[in-house]
């Protein structure tokens, strides 16, 4: 199976920007969507972003006009940039293929986004 390996999370200050790569162990070209979930402290996990392998994106609106996800299928990479963070944004970040909203591959470990002063 696919294993995923998120990264560059880290600690900004409200209204920084932070670049999170998310590396496949395999192809991902054959996947119809990726997606970012991210899990805030005693909250469920919640998906934030999906692009499908066409390229159409779609967000919830908590992070619409902020975030942008992309992908690479050439080097196997989804990426998400984030700017204009909030505290609200603080959570651990991960990425999963995806359908109908569901993830399909296990879990990697994350990369812990955090957003204070």
């Known amino acids: 199976q696919v294993q995923l390996v998120e990264s560059g999370g880290g600690l900004v200050q409200p209204g920084g920007s932070l670049r999170l790569s998310c590396a496949a162990s395999?192809?991902?070209?054959?996947?119809?969507?990726m997606g970012w979930y991210r899990q805030a402290p005693g909250k469920q996990r919640e998906l934030v972003a999906t692009?499908?392998?066409?390229?159409?994106?779609n967000y919830v609106d908590l992070v619409k006009g902020r975030f942008t996800i992309s992908r690479d299928n050439a080097k196997n990479t989804v990426y998400l940039q984030m700017n204009s963070l909030k505290p609200e944004d603080t959570a651990v970040y991960y990425c999963?293929?995806?359908?109908?909203?569901?993830?399909?591959?296990?879990w990697g470990q994350g990369t812990q986004v955090t957003v204070s002063l």
């Open positions: 692009i499908t392998s066409v390229g159409r994106t």
């Open positions: 395999g192809s991902i070209s054959s996947f119809y969507a």
């Open positions: 999963n293929a995806v359908i109908n909203g569901r993830p399909l591959l296990d």
